[in-house]
Nanobody, 125 residues
């Protein structure tokens, strides 16, 4: 189970940190990622990380404003989002794979992830 938290309303230029807590899921050495979906648009990958290993991957759309990180002791992955823009408004989802295969390509393919959270809404105005 993946449970997201940390979303909410924020003004343009502000910051938010999203959290994804994993339970009942083999956390170590797996690829976990953040996706987002705006109304009327397809779900797109934002960032990914190999848990326990630390390698990180980002979609070009985040322009260095987002940082994915992890706390292995808490089985939690974070997405720090800075300099938020109205176009960042979306439902943000946490996703997990059952292995450590990870990379930018996986951010283009939702079917590559076997586990999904319910999402947390981010609204930038």
């Amino acid at each position: 189970q993946l449970v997201e938290s940390g979303g909410g309303p924020v003004q343009a230029g502000g910051s938010l940190r999203l959290s994804c807590a994993a339970s009942g899921y083999t956390y170590n050495r797996n690829c976990m990622a953040w996706f987002r979906q705006a109304p009327g648009k397809e779900r797109e990958g934002v960032a990914a990380i190999v848990t326990g290993g630390g390698n990180t991957y980002y979609a070009g759309s985040v322009d260095g404003r987002f940082t994915i990180s992890q706390d292995n002791a808490k089985n939690t992955v974070y997405l720090q989002m800075n300099s938020l823009k109205p176009e960042d408004t979306a439902m943000y989802y946490c996703a997990g794979r059952t292995d450590g295969n990870c990379g930018v390509w996986y951010l283009t393919t939702t079917s590559a992830f076997q586990y999904w959270g319910q999402g947390t809404q981010v609204t930038v105005s």
